[in-house]
Antibody, heavy 118, light 107 residues
Framework: EVQLVESGGGLVQPGRSLRLSCAAS????????MHWVRQAPGKGLEWVSG????????GYADSVKGRFTISRDNAKNSLYLQMTSLRAEDTALYYC???????????WGLGTMVTVSS | DIQLTQSPSFLSASVGDRVTITCRAS??????LAWYQQKPGKAPKLLIY???TLQSGVPSRFSGSGSGTEFTLTISSLQPEDSATFYC?????????FGQGTKLEIK
């Protein structure tokens, strides 16, 4: 079964760091680009970051550039998002998504909640 | 960055109706556009990619069209289970962006 499972979310104070993980199974992880998308409570979807299959190209939303770092370990079928200098506005459900044909996001995880609050 | 504007933001329609949602891009994106459906408490689901290609397993009442800066998602005959929020997304260049969403209510 094709599956993405996020972990690492939680309650964190402003200015602190957090690392999210996404475990992939059921497909050739190393062949696909991967992405992080977030959704603040009651709000729309926001693309956060993406990484190509060989980690050659990464991209970030302006709102997280310089604070978040995406990475992947193809040997472990895992995607990561290192988040630093967290702000209240980073509070959201963070989804991991697989880039399929035309890089459209064809597989999504259930998400992991990040709450930034003192 | 490429901005996407969806219209309308809210739509109420009856079962059997034909429904159209529009997505406009701030600059040309060729056909690098996808459409997603999201139901409350669930992850988004891919409906259409490359502007007009139906994702496997998605009912044929959903269709997409357009290229360049203007795109549409059409539901040919609305069903009760289509109540959801729909998002467009451009995949032309980083940073990828989503439209603000269209909430579809079944009367």
């Amino acid at each position: 079964e094709v599956q993405l499972v996020e972990s690492g979310g939680g309650l964190v104070q402003p200015g602190r760091s957090l690392r999210l993980s996404c475990a992939a199974s059921g497909f050739m992880f190393h062949d696909y680009a991967m992405h992080w998308v977030r959704q603040a409570p009651g709000k729309g979807l926001e693309w956060v970051s993406g990484i190509t299959w060989k980690s050659g190209i990464t991209g970030y939303a302006d709102s997280v550039k310089g604070r978040f770092t995406i990475s992947r370990d193809n040997a472990k079928n895992s995607l990561y998002l290192q988040m630093t200098s967290l702000r209240a506005e980073d509070t959201a459900l963070y989804y991991c998504a697989k880039g399929g044909l035309a890089d459209a996001f064809d597989i999504w995880g259930l998400g992991t909640m990040v709450t930034v609050s003192s | 960055d490429i901005q996407l504007t969806q219209s309308p933001s809210f739509l109420s329609a009856s079962v059997g109706d034909r429904v159209t949602i529009t997505c406009r891009a701030s600059q040309g994106i060729s056909s690098y556009l996808a459409w997603y459906q999201q139901k409350p408490g669930k992850a988004p689901k891919l409906l259409i990619y490359a502007a007009s290609t139906l994702q496997s397993g998605v009912p044929s009442r959903f269709s997409g069209s357009g290229s360049g800066t203007e795109f549409t998602l059409t539901i040919s005959s609305l069903q009760p289970e289509d109540s959801a929020t729909f998002y467009c997304q451009q995949l032309n260049s980083y940073p990828y962006t989503f439209g603000q969403g269209t909430k579809l209510e079944i009367k």
